[in-house]
């Protein structure tokens, strides 16, 4: 796809003018990879409010409205970081309007904290604050909510500095101070709306083309190819067809032949239900307890998660950590073929404490809580627990089942009067 | 996987939108710039300068060009000339008459212009590029403010506005690009696991429609031998025998043309194959609807279809007790549907013995890998019902 080379504002037929979508709903590690401009932008913020207040201590008239100010704008980068944490993703619209309102609280606590005694507006850190943390919001929110909020703070800023403006000692109206003041704040509502608008849009247009993740070569370290070939087809190839087309080569039945046929029938047969057993979260990982095949009602997406999961703990482990275990449960009441049935896959793993397993799970557990419906991690001691909760109606529930049992009841005896049609039930 | 941007495409994806979101940034300091320029002549009652009427007007060009539908990025850039332009002229048109009143170099209208100037830097294509635009842009920002300065004795006051843009804009491309090489390994196993995963769906569908091939042939061929007198073998087991061996030919009997051919042509007439066997086993079938729709249905569906008919049938003939069936075809404008009746003792589906695997591989899997479903409607002693619905191509 050759994203310079598209419309400005790819309005396909039938696109929607207002985009709902944020970047990091079409594309989750996209957030990850933008956090650390959020720890960047909340290192910068704080620094720059405590610096700039000592530098123009002279202006502040109330000590206490000042320190307020700086407590809460600390606040509200801790709040940030928190709310973007790949374990907490997607960044809601509650945690944007809440990092908003705490900034905008904070510039009127550092007005209040100057009030009468600010002479200058170019000196005030608190707009330059809010335009640090709004650049950043352009990877996590919709850039219709983005510029929203983007106005409605500005517009804050800007009555907050007019409501002060007569301490001013420039001669400009005081309509101007407060379009200054809010300017930064603007420009960087603006500019983050059009970094979300231009995500959103490059990555619907990838979707749209077909959305195929890049190739990787499959040599790279870390890929087990599964066995492609099912067992019940060796048999068939290598002894049923032979013995099959050696009666039809000689035109008799013997004794022995019909002997040999009940044998090859009994092996092909269990066989066959040993394939039949098998499933792809089976060839994924040894210890699975999935007796009613619910893994099967996953869809691609959360499959490509899981597999990614596993596969990542199984490369970062170390040779004395327990195998991971993977099992499903059915959770809500019902069966499982009705919409509302709620599968829990829980995926019980090892923590080496040389590696930390959580930071480097964060980029999976975007994904993981944006494909699934629900996702909890849990870490104790030596152990680490993920559970991933996702609606399984199209999902096959089958009865729990024993290989011995059903090798030991095969019968072809018991096959079809309706010769040559089928077998079984 | 679709929630997997790959690492390429998002790096180019994200300086695209760096730098749509610089250029907004820089329009938007600009525009209120030379706004406040204008408005501060008229509230002190002096004449409106010219050259901030004339970058007003190409800071509105800019905004309206870089809207234009055509080639977005190289929109993007030239839209930035343009605003470029208009700043540096707001630029002189500042920095002259501050110079000139003896006024400080680094005012708050001509810090905006610079931080402008220097954010516009950012626009440029590739991160290399556009860190070594943003330092050109800071230098040709900073050093006339220099050397007017320091050249008409007025000294030089350091900007920290336009420095501190500068510095930015180069960490944000620094930590971008950090982030997204630290990034890459989980990106890798993401795709990684999207492939394997496509790959294994595969595999389990062409596993799924060999155990139903072999079952309904291989197996039913041998469980017959099994149960056959000892002696010659009839021309007609025979027959069935070649044929089946013809349709388990080998592993590639999907896509080999001629095994293709073979199973093409099996699957046109094994509808009408499965009905002479019913009849042969004494099972008397009750035909209506419009079987003519099932030509409308693309080839691997029709096979799929006739296929699990006719174990449906078998089913009713080996289990159900009753000595009838009915088969009736319906249809709307998108699917077809095949129903299988009996009244004979039915069964609770999930009693179903595991090894018996016709419902399952023969009906269930080779329904839903074409694309359609199966429904079963049956409980002890109130006989069986099953459609088969599949689209039609």
Not at chain 1, 307 to 314: F, K, Q, S, Y
Not at chain 2, 46 to 64: D, E, F, R, Y
Request: negative net charge.
């Amino acid at each position: 796809m050759d994203l310079a080379g598209r419309g400005n504002l790819d309005l396909a037929p039938g696109a929607a003018l207002v985009i709902l979508e944020s970047p990091q709903q079409l594309d989750p590690l996209g957030g990850v990879n933008a956090r650390l401009l959020v720890f960047a932008a909340c290192a910068l913020v704080p620094t720059l409010a405590i610096v700039t207040t000592l530098a123009s201590v002279r202006e502040i008239s109330n000590p206490v409205f000042s320190i307020l100010a700086l407590v809460v704008i600390i606040v509200a980068c801790a709040y940030y970081v928190r709310a973007t944490s790949p374990f907490r993703a997607p960044f809601s619209l509650g945690s944007h309007a809440i990092v908003c309102l705490l900034a905008l609280l904070a510039v009127a606590l550092d007005a209040l904290g100057q009030a009468g005694s600010n002479t200058l507006v170019r000196d005030d850190w608190a707009p330059i604050a809010i335009a640090a943390l709004s650049v950043t919001f352009g990877s996590y929110r919709p850039p219709w909510e983005i510029l929203a909020c983007g106005v409605v703070t500005a517009m804050g800023v800007a009555a907050i500095v007019f409501a002060g403006s007569a301490s001013y000692t420039a001669n400009v109206p005081p309509v101007l101070f407060a379009a200054l003041a809010s300017l930064p704040v603007l420009a960087a509502g603006l500019a983050a709306a059009a970094i979300s608008r231009s995500l959103v849009l490059d990555l619907r247009a990838w979707r749209r083309d077909g959305s195929t993740p890049d190739d990787v070569d499959a040599s790279e370290a870390g890929i087990v190819h599964e066995s492609t070939v099912a067992h019940h087809r060796a048999l068939a190839e290598q002894g049923a067809l032979p013995f099959l087309q050696s009666i039809v080569d000689s035109s008799e039945i013997t004794p022995a032949d019909a002997a040999h046929a009940r044998e090859l029938s009994h092996e092909l047969r269990a066989l066959m239900i040993l394939d039949d057993q098998q499933s792809w979260v089976t060839r994924l990982v040894t210890g699975v307890d999935d007796p009613h095949r619910l893994s099967d009602g996953m869809d691609p997406d959360q499959r490509g998660c899981l597999r990614a999961i596993v596969t990542h703990l199984e490369s970062n482990s170390t040779a004395t950590a327990p195998a991971l275990r993977l099992s499903f449960t059915l959770e809500s009441p019902g069966r499982i073929r009705r919409a509302g049935a709620t599968v829990c896959c829980t995926l019980e793993f090892g923590i080496d404490s040389a590696r930390n397993t959580r930071v480097q799970l964060g980029p999976f557990v975007a994904i993981a809580r944006a494909v699934f419906t629900g996702t909890e991690i849990g870490f104790t001691g030596t152990h680490g627990t993920i559970h991933l909760r996702f609606a399984a109606t199209g999902a096959a529930l089958r009865p729990a089942r024993s290989l011995r049992s059903r090798v030991d009841r095969d019968d072809p005896d018991r096959d079809s009067p309706l010769r040559h049609a089928s077998v079984d039930s | 996987m679709t929630l997997v941007f790959p690492n390429g495409l998002a790096a180019q994806s994200t300086k695209v939108a760096l730098s749509k979101g610089a250029f907004w940034f820089a329009g938007v300091f600009l525009g209120v710039t030379a706004f406040f320029l204008i408005v501060i002549s008229v509230a002190r009652g002096t004449t409106i300068a010219l050259p901030s009427l004339v970058a007003l007007a190409l800071i509105i060009t800019a905004g309206i060009i870089v809207r234009v539908p055509i080639g977005r990025y190289p929109v993007t850039i030239v839209a930035a000339a343009v605003l470029a332009l208009g700043g540096y002229l707001l630029y002189l048109d500042i920095l002259i008459p501050l110079l000139e009143a003896n006024a400080p170099a680094d005012g708050l209208v001509l810090t905006l212009v610079k931080v402008s100037l220097v954010m516009l830097g950012a626009v440029a294509s590739r991160y290399t590029r556009a860190i070594a635009a943003t330092l050109i842009a800071f230098l040709i920002a900073e050093v006339p403010t220099l050397v007017i300065g320091l050249s008409s004795g007025h000294g030089y006051a350091f900007d920290v506005a336009s420095t501190g843009t500068f510095a930015i804009v180069f960490a944000v491309f620094a930590l971008l690009d950090y982030s997204r090489s630290r990034s890459r390994a989980s990106a890798l196993v993401l795709a990684r696991a999207s492939r394997e995963d496509r790959e294994a769906i595969e595999q389990d569908a062409s596993a799924s429609s060999s155990a139903a091939l072999v079952h309904d042939t291989i197996l039913n061929e041998l469980a017959v031998v099994a149960v056959s007198e000892p002696g010659p073998l009839g021309e007609v087991a025979s027959s069935r025998i070649q044929h089946s061996l013809s349709l388990v030919s080998g592993p590639a009997v999907a896509n080999h043309p001629e095994s293709r051919a073979l199973v093409t042509e099996f699957a046109g007439s094994i509808l009408s194959d499965t009905l002479d066997e019913a009849a042969r086993s004494g099972l008397a079938l009750t035909i209506s609807g419009d079987f003519d729709a099932l030509a409308t249905v693309a080839p691997d569906v029709a096979e799929a279809l006739s296929l699990a008919v006719r174990q449906c049938l078998a089913n009713v003939a080996a289990h159900s007790g009753a000595d009838r069936a009915e088969l009736t075809v319906l249809t709307t404008p998108t699917d077809v549907c095949v129903l299988v009746i009996d009244s004979g003792v039915g069964f609770d589906e999930a009693l179903v013995a595991p090894d018996r695997l016709g419902l399952r591989n023969s009906v269930h899997a080779r329904i839903e890998q074409v694309g359609g479903t199966v429904h079963v409607w049956t409980s002890p002693g109130a006989g069986t019902s099953i459609s088969l619905l599949v689209p039609r191509s």
